[in-house]
């Protein structure tokens, strides 16, 4: 090798984590507060962490099964809850041990992460008949938006067929009065919001737009 030519040195070796830099999800979880749970499996009701939209807290691949939680314990405190909930948990670790419930009716998961998303099952008692009758009810018919514009925009003394592709302004020009300005836009506007409940900027109103193009933005014909 000649004098003045130096010695290229070899470029480090990329780093490769080893097992021991990983953490299953698992672990990951455990490793935050965690608090433990009383209650009875609710029979039947069997969910996929997937099919449940969350993660299994042990990072299982193991399905939730639905429990009715009586009481928790933080540390060495016990509560029961006023009312029992109905949650997706993993399987038990056990009968329960402590909080005076009884081993033979009850069981117990431990260390269930604070920060875990389960889901939740909410119920409430009311009368069928209020029930069924709710959901019978149908709602309410919305107008066209078609006849909205004949009604409450152009306020024309005779019925106008507007095709898909009229745009605005010449719509105005051929039934309104005046020219297309920001208060007629404005009238507009307070038109279909009154209708529809839908909220539009001046911006997305211009003289161009076509009929067609506005049923898109109300989302509704």
């Known amino acids: 090798m000649p004098a003045n030519q130096k010695k290229?040195?070899?470029?480090?070796?990329?780093?490769?984590?080893?097992?021991?830099?990983?953490?299953?999800l698992g672990q990951a979880t455990q490793l935050g507060p965690t608090i433990t749970a009383y209650g009875k499996l609710i029979a039947g009701f069997k969910l996929s962490p997937f099919e449940a939209r969350t993660s299994h807290p042990q990072g299982k691949d193991e399905?939730?099964?639905?429990?009715?939680?009586?009481?928790i314990q933080n540390g060495r405190q016990c509560n029961a809850l006023p009312q029992p909930q109905k949650v997706y948990l993993p399987s038990p670790d056990g009968p329960a041990e402590g909080c005076d419930l009884d081993p033979k009716e009850?069981?117990?998961?431990?260390?269930?992460?604070?920060?875990?998303?389960?889901?939740?099952?909410?119920?409430?008692?009311?009368?069928?008949?209020?029930?069924?009758?709710s959901a019978a009810v149908t709602a309410p018919t919305l107008p066209y938006l078609e006849d909205v514009l004949n009604s409450?925009?152009?306020?024309?003394?005779?019925?106008?067929?507007?095709?898909?592709?009229?745009?605005?302004?010449?719509?105005?020009?051929?039934?309104?009065?005046?020219?297309?300005?920001?208060?007629?836009?404005?009238?507009?506007?307070?038109?279909?919001?009154?209708?529809?409940?839908?909220?539009?900027?001046?911006?997305s109103l211009p003289a161009t737009l076509p009929f067609s193009q506005l049923q898109d933005l109300v989302g509704h014909s």
Not at 8 to 24: D, G, I, K, Y
Not at 117 to 130: D, E, F, N, Y
Request: hydrophobic share 45%.
């Open 106 to 133: 009850f069981v117990i998961w431990k260390n269930l992460p604070c920060n875990w998303i389960t889901l939740h099952v909410q119920s409430r008692a009311k009368p069928i008949a209020m029930v069924l009758q």
């Open 152 to 203: 409450d925009w152009l306020k024309t003394t005779r019925r106008v067929d507007i095709n898909p592709g009229d745009q605005l302004g010449y719509l105005w020009a051929q039934y309104g009065v005046g020219d297309y300005t920001p208060q007629v836009v404005q009238n507009l506007i307070n038109a279909i919001n009154n209708a529809y409940g839908v909220g539009l900027p001046p911006s």
């Open 63 to 71: 399905k939730l099964q639905l429990a009715l939680v009586y009481g």
């Open 8 to 24: 290229v040195r070899a470029a480090p070796a990329a780093f490769v984590p080893t097992r021991q830099h990983h953490l299953s």
